[in-house]
């Protein structure tokens, strides 16, 4: 099931399904230790008449956010019983806490006691083994614990004993046929049992009476420590700051931090805009405050792999960096390349992946090759792509003065590997493509060596390094070589994707399926868009990788076997995918002579809004026939790719209407040392 509303702190990030029920709990990193593990914590209801989940199919709900904010508004309502909910949910920005506001409405014209339930079920670590859960009379909360992990759980009601639960219990579940103290809620009396150790949950309750007709307000939340002492002061907190402040802040910080966007957003139609805001605070969510940029937390993977998305990318991690620096959100670009940095082997290169403490993720990527000979385990393209952003990071932020640092502990070690990994041609020696599937020479890993010896050939020229300045340029030079004579059919009048190594011939063989990576050819600036064999190629794209169903969209490639839902290649060559999709309208923006030239690429813009969550969110693909969102959800790449096809797109609109100073141009061809404020 998708994620909906993800909310975080860059400690904390909860995510939420499309019911509304929360499935993932990360702490104290931001995709790593899933302190839920997918299972399913529950919200209910109990009145006079009956009781009800909140995911009951009865119930309707909306949910959104407030504007320009990582605060819910979700709407739920159950006609038939007379009860309305608006909940606001959010997690604080300054401490490690959960928050969740509750507007109940009484719509009948009785007065009505109401019961409301919130339990939690956790997997300490990410697993049920040796938890912990007990009432502690001092807080009035249920302490979750496992070594140096603490979670409480407590209410605010506007009646009774206002920060005391009137009802909790403790207890075991996925053992001897339990399912868990929420089933004890059903009957709108709670056991009490005070403590349980093993593979536990628990639950409590919050009462209040309503008048006919009326309204009140009821706060639940969750404190986040690494020691009972911690999680005694975030309560303390909470019963003296008051949760409605720290919520209130929150939403403030949120609508204050997207606002700072430094493009003339005005120039943009209202769902433009409102989704570019939407995509950076879906997008900030998946940014942990140590640097890693994860990819996605849908824990709702593991049941397919037994893996996960939660991890840092050094590629994904370069492009989505690359959006939030045109954006002017450098700090948090920073700490990236400082990630980075950290993680650069001594031999120059990055590895598969990372996990968010910085330690290298799982892999399956082999160190030998077929016929028994080493070969190493990476995609280039990942090196070569932190090269490229890191410095166009110095210069949207102004800060080449100080960027010596960089240059000695990354660039020069990254650059250097990157010019010794070729072949007698010039050409990259084979890696992994960007797609994680095959080993070989791919168009896309060529564009980001060309863009990734560029940058490093410019930090050597600022820094007075003329040897390596020209060195770099020089290979530069001889792998854009190499592509234009090994990468180009002449008879077909258009690029290859890939080159495979043959060895029974020992020669490469070419590859022609039709890739939509292949834009990177002329987006990394390996060749000028107007190119007569950029034009045929991204032709080819268009005419091949289009879906032909009602929902329309860009595949990955022809044929594509991921999540796969057809055989029939020539109507659905694969699922649509947002960020494919995206790349199509960044290059008809980049191709667009007027104004009007620009309508199809808009039209792709709404297509990726229209195929996201009614929250914004959007997955990684979506269903060929039926448009629902398959694979993770979120995925940071596809909010990362809207971000900066709506960067494009405003600078096209400005350049071709003389609007004002192009601040967001192409930077794939360095057209900017600086960004304009606006």
């Given at each position: 099931m998708a994620r909906d509303l993800p909310i975080g702190n860059g400690n904390v990030l909860i995510n939420f399904d499309a019911a509304y029920n929360i499935r993932d709990m990360y702490y104290p990193l931001v995709g790593q230790e899933n302190q839920s593990s997918d299972h399913?914590?529950?919200?209910?209801?109990?009145?006079?008449?009956?009781?009800?989940?909140?995911d009951n199919p009865e119930v309707s709900r909306k949910l959104t956010y407030l504007e320009d904010s990582l605060v819910t508004n979700v709407e739920c309502t159950n006609e038939r019983l007379g009860l309305s909910l608006l909940i606001r949910d959010g997690v604080d920005v300054q401490q490690n806490v959960f928050l969740r506001k509750i507007r109940v409405e009484n719509r009948l014209d009785r007065q009505r006691k109401v019961k409301l339930y919130f339990h939690l079920d956790l997997q300490i670590?990410?697993?049920?083994?040796?938890?912990?859960?007990?009432?502690?009379?001092?807080?009035?909360?249920?302490?979750?614990?496992?070594?140096?992990?603490?979670?409480?759980?407590?209410?605010?009601?506007?009646?009774?004993?206002?920060?005391k639960p009137t009802g909790y219990a403790t207890g075991q579940k996925g053992i001897n046929g339990l399912e868990g103290t929420w089933?004890?809620?059903?009957?709108?009396?709670?056991?009490?049992n005070p403590i349980a150790q093993g593979s536990v949950d628990g639950i409590i309750e919050l009462t209040m009476i309503l008048p006919p007709k009326s309204t009140k307000d009821a706060w639940f939340w969750i404190c986040f420590g690494k020691s009972k002492q911690e999680v005694e002061r975030l309560e303390r907190l909470l019963r003296t700051a008051t949760p409605q402040a720290l919520l209130q802040r929150t939403h403030d910080h949120w609508v204050k931090w997207v606002n700072r966007d430094q493009h003339q957003l005005s120039l943009l139609k209202e769902d433009l805009e409102s989704f570019y805001k939407r995509s950076l605070l879906i997008t900030r969510t998946n940014l942990d405050n140590r640097g890693a940029i994860v990819a996605a937390n849908d824990s709702d993977i593991l049941k397919f792999a037994k893996d996960s998305y939660s991890y840092m990318w050094p590629r994904d991690g370069a492009l989505v960096s690359h959006a939030l620096d045109r954006a002017g959100y450098y700090e948090l670009s920073r700490k990236f390349f400082d990630f980075c940095i950290k993680a650069l082997t001594p031999e120059g290169y990055l590895m598969h992946?990372?996990?968010?403490?910085?330690?290298?993720?799982?892999?399956?990527?082999?160190?030998?090759?077929?016929?028994?000979?080493?070969q190493l385990a990476i995609q280039e393209d990942e090196t070569a792509l932190v090269l490229y952003t890191m410095w166009h990071h110095h210069k949207l932020a102004g800060t080449l003065e100080q960027s010596r640092d960089d240059?000695?502990?990354?660039?020069?070690?990254?650059?250097?590997?990157?010019?010794?990994?070729?072949?007698?041609?010039?050409?990259?020696?084979?890696?992994?493509?960007?797609?994680?599937e095959r080993y070989g020479v791919l168009a896309f890993t060529v564009a980001s060596v060309y863009a990734g010896l560029v940058a490093a050939a410019r930090f050597a020229e600022y820094h007075d390094d003329k040897a390596r300045a020209i060195y770099y340029a020089d290979v530069a030079a001889q792998v854009k070589k190499a592509a234009e004579q090994q990468l180009y059919d002449p008879g077909q009048q258009r690029f290859i994707r890939a080159l495979f190594w043959n060895n029974e011939t020992q020669s490469y063989v070419p590859d022609y399926t039709l890739d939509m990576s292949m834009y990177a050819l002329f987006d990394f600036g390996l060749f000028e868009l107007e190119d007569p064999r950029i034009v045929k190629t991204m032709q080819f794209l268009k005419d091949k990788l289009w879906v032909h169903t009602d929902i329309g969209g860009f595949a990955r490639y022809e044929n594509d076997y991921y999540h796969q839902v057809t055989n029939d290649v020539a109507k659905v060559p694969g699922n649509p995918w947002f960020i494919c999709t995206l790349w199509y309208a960044e290059w008809l923006i980049a191709a667009a002579n007027t104004v009007g030239d620009l309508e199809e690429a808009e039209r792709l813009m709404r297509w990726a809004i229209q195929h996201a969550l009614p929250?914004?969110?959007?997955?990684?693909?979506?269903?060929?026939?039926?448009?629902?969102?398959?694979?993770?959800?979120?995925?940071?790449?596809?909010?990362?790719?809207?971000?900066?096809?709506?960067?494009?797109?405003?600078?096209?609109?400005?350049?071709?209407?003389?609007?004002?100073?192009n601040q967001a141009a192409d930077v794939s061809e360095d057209k900017v040392l600086e960004p304009v404020m606006q």
């Open positions: 399913l914590s529950h919200f209910g209801v109990w009145c006079d008449e009956e009781f009800f989940w909140i670590y990410g697993n049920g083994i040796g938890d912990t859960i007990y009432y502690d009379p001092e807080l009035n909360s249920l302490l979750f614990y496992k070594g140096h992990r603490y979670m409480s759980l407590s209410c605010l009601s506007p009646d009774e004993d206002k920060a089933r004890d809620a059903e009957d709108g009396h709670l056991g009490g992946k990372y996990n968010p403490d910085g330690s290298v993720g799982s892999s399956w990527h082999p160190w030998v090759n077929a016929q028994g000979t080493k240059y000695e502990k990354f660039v020069k070690p990254a650059a250097d590997f990157v010019v010794h990994y070729r072949d007698a041609s010039s050409l990259p020696l084979p890696s992994y493509d960007l797609w994680e929250s914004g969110v959007m997955a990684e693909q979506v269903h060929p026939f039926t448009g629902d969102p398959m694979s993770v959800s979120p995925l940071t790449w596809s909010h990362a790719s809207f971000i900066k096809v709506t960067q494009e797109y405003l600078s096209k609109i400005k350049t071709l209407t003389s609007a004002g100073t």
